[in-house]
């Protein structure tokens, strides 16, 4: 609230005192309305925002009809600001130059001539460059406009009147789509095939309880103007139609093409809707420089009116499939449509319809236009015939309607009074020319008479029967269907359906990298980084100071690793993303969520199929399949089940039939490795007994190898299984003490 404050110069103004928060709610509202009802959103009868009606309407006034000339651009832009549209020029003229863009709209309303931009993403010419016209398109939804079908309202300025929407012969809101952006809602419809609407507004017509599904059939899914190929799944797409949201993906049409001696190149001949062609392929091309896509070597534009990008692999060993499965994956190649059928339900009440509804909807008002037009119709004829009516009579009075014209003084009066004429049947009589006198023929006048009472008849019945009202409905759907068949230059569909191929996530991944040798390196302090090449000597590596080497392997840069925290937490990292060979690299924490507490216990390369020993300081554990360990986030995947002071000690590849275990004891034992469960989390089962000490190392080895390790001087030790027989027992035993020759760090080393 304010203080009121009394004017000082006199003018008796009064400042009314309001409340601040309810001033701002209903201003917002008013505006909030004002957008949703007068911009954004489409009407469901003619699928139409107020600009791009007031755009046909205006250049309907215009007589620019299809079969006549064009004007300028501009002068139809002036048209519409100066009489039904109080925004800015450049406003109406973008709409204007979609409603003109094949590329944009799947059955363009305005006619175009000259430079409308293109798929590249090209601005249209300036409004005084460009021509245009309406289209059939148009045509049809303008259909009756001057019959009453519509209702009327005053323009901004009240000097004259627009259609509040237009007739509406053809299924636009959903042929065209339409898209925008309002204060707390949006809506963004595809395209779509006319000729599949107009079979389901059919089937609607003839059973009106159709369910989904049926539609679905008759209507698979959008047809965009550009083509492309959808692959969401069936049941994806019936559900969208059937709550009126939901999304799907498009993607490019491509095919193989060789060039001989064994080479090939893709070329994509169809690209997804609203993607513009220069900046896809600059995407592309930018990816390439840095190599993420080592599957691609070159990539050229060799579009002229029709899209044809080649896309050049980089050997001819490289897999077609999987090359464009990547291309799909990192570029606008394939992008998702959000579709959401938020529109003017009755041209009033902003809502969600389904497939269902919209046709429903467009049916009813059709339905509302026959019968206005008819009642319109009616009314012609009714005029009509009173003034045949007064034709008659003065046929068979000629003589007397020549001497009272002649002679009286007040003509009118006097026929009114002699004949028992209406004033409109007088006044066709006055106005009729002397020469027109001798055309008159009693025959053709009763016979006009007779064809417009026969007709009046059949509207008035027509009026009355609901089932007629439908039938000729279907009749003027079907017209629309045989105008926009499939075998008609722009009835044909263009967008296909197919079913994404099977590849694998991994492998897509995998191809986006450049596949390059690399030896992965992790210090005692958790400092991780992956070096060019596979080193053969890791003596040479350099580390902080009082840090020191502890694993190194080779991998690749398509490879994974996994790492092992003593929390019994698993980590996965991708060996593309470690930080390079310069300086020390970067700490393991800073790429996974690992408690403080905690520290890494061993990292190895990722091999889906092998199995592993997981076992803990107590001396739990079990067997697990690397592929069961895998996490997709940065806070790991809990593994091995660890509490109080006990933490994970062990993780050893499990590849053979024995498993020999050491423990801080120096004690050793020698058991089957089946009698480790093979579980993919848990603390496990016993492996070795420990009065005082813990696990310390655990080796699997096949019996005809035998047991071998490595000594401090870094000789090689080997052992027969029958040299081992004192050290074989059961899981769970103390064991004894290690063999002659074992190192004292009670560890077994690398093999």
Not at 217 to 222: A, I, N, T
Not at 677 to 694: S, T
Request: charged residues 30%; glycine residues 8%.
């Amino acid at each position: 609230m304010g203080k009121e404050v009394i004017p000082e110069n006199g003018s008796g103004g009064e400042i009314v005192p309001v409340n601040l928060r309810t001033a701002l709610e209903e201003r917002y509202l008013a505006y909030a309305l004002s957008t949703i009802m007068n911009r954004a959103l489409p009407d469901v009868r003619d699928g139409l925002k107020p600009v791009h009606r007031r755009i046909l309407y205006a250049m309907r006034e215009m007589r620019l009809n299809p079969a006549g000339g064009y004007k300028k651009s501009a002068k139809v832009v002036g048209e519409v600001m100066g009489n039904f549209h109080p925004h800015g020029d450049q406003a109406i003229y973008d709409a204007l130059v979609r409603l003109a863009q094949d590329f944009a709209v799947r059955y363009p309303l305005v006619d175009g001539q000259g430079n409308f931009g293109n798929v590249d993403g090209d601005n249209a010419a300036a409004m005084r460059y460009t021509e245009a016209r309406m289209t059939a398109v148009a045509e049809l939804l303008l259909r009756g406009i001057d019959e009453d079908a519509v209702d009327f309202r005053p323009t901004y300025d009240g000097e004259g009147e627009e259609p509040v929407v237009l007739p509406g012969a053809f299924p636009n809101l959903l042929a065209n789509g339409s898209a925008g952006i309002a204060v707390g809602m949006a809506t963004n419809i595809p395209p779509h095939n006319v000729a599949e609407l107009c079979d389901a507004a059919l089937h609607l017509i003839k059973h009106p309880k159709a369910t989904p599904a049926k539609l679905m059939e008759l209507v698979p899914g959008p047809d965009f103007p550009t083509g492309g190929v959808i692959v969401s799944s069936r049941e994806t797409l019936a559900e969208i139609y059937k709550t009126g949201r939901g999304g799907m993906r498009v993607r490019a049409h491509w095919q193989r093409e060789d060039t001989g001696r064994g080479t090939w190149v893709a070329v994509v001949t169809e690209i997804p809707y609203q993607v513009q062609k220069s900046r896809l392929i600059e995407q592309i091309a930018g990816l390439i420089e840095q190599r993420k896509l080592p599957l691609v070597g070159d990539i050229r534009d060799e579009s002229a009116e029709d899209v044809r990008i080649v896309i050049e692999p980089k050997s001819r060993a490289v897999d077609p499939g999987l090359m464009m499965e990547s291309l799909f994956h990192a570029t606008d190649l394939e992008s998702r449509f959000s579709l959401n059928m938020n529109v003017l339900s009755r041209g009033q009440v902003p809502n969600v319809l389904s497939l269902r509804d919209v046709l429903t909807e467009w049916l009813e008002h059709r339905k509302i236009v026959l019968k206005r037009r008819t009642e319109f119709r009616l009314g012609k004829i009714a005029d009509r015939l009173e003034v045949l009516g007064g034709y008659l009579i003065a046929y068979l009075n000629l003589d007397e309607v020549i001497r009272i014209i002649r002679e009286e003084d007040d003509p009118k009066a006097v026929m009114i009074a002699r004949f028992e004429l209406s004033e409109p049947q007088v006044e066709a009589i006055l106005n009729m020319r002397l020469r027109a006198l001798r055309k008159i023929d009693e025959i053709e006048i009763r016979k006009e008479f007779d064809d417009l009472k026969a007709e009046r008849k059949d509207l008035r019945a027509l009026l009355k029967s609901e089932d007629r009202q439908w039938k000729c409905i279907a009749y003027e759907v079907g017209e629309v269907k045989k105008a926009f068949a499939s075998d008609t230059p722009i009835g044909g569909r263009r967008t296909r359906f197919e079913d994404a191929p099977e590849i694998d996530v991994g492998e897509i991944q995998e191809a986006m990298i450049e596949r390059e040798p690399v030896t992965v390196v992790l210090s005692e302090k958790g400092w991780i980084r992956a070096m060019r090449g596979h080193m053969a000597d890791y003596s040479s590596l350099s580390f902080k100071e009082g840090d020191r080497l502890k694993r190194a392997f080779h991998a690749s840069t398509t490879d994974k690793v996994l790492v092992l925290s003593t929390g019994g937490r698993v980590f996965t990292l991708e060996v593309a993303k470690l930080p390079g060979g310069r300086g020390h690299g970067e700490p393991v924490r800073l790429m996974v969520d690992m408690d403080k507490d905690q520290d890494v216990v061993t990292m190895f390369p990722f091999d889906a199929e092998r199995k592993l020993v997981i076992a803990s300081a107590a001396g739990y554990g079990f067997r697990a399949t690397e592929g069961e360990l895998v996490a997709n986030t940065r806070k790991g995947k809990q593994v091995l089940n660890v509490s109080g002071k006990d933490e994970a000690k062990v993780c050893v590849p499990a590849d053979g039939d024995l498993i020999a275990v050491i423990g801080t004891n120096r004690k050793m034992i020698i058991f089957d490795v089946s009698q480790l469960p093979e579980m993919a989390r848990g603390k496990g089962v016993r492996l070795q007994r420990y009065k005082d000490g813990e696990i310390s190392d655990a080796r699997v080895f096949k019996k005809a190898d035998g047991l071998s390790w490595t000594d401090a001087a870094g000789r090689m030790h080997m052992r027969t299984v029958k040299e081992l027989r004192d050290w074989m027992g059961d899981r769970a035993q103390a064991g004894r003490l290690a063999p002659q020759g074992f190192p004292k760090t009670n560890r077994f080393g690398d093999v």
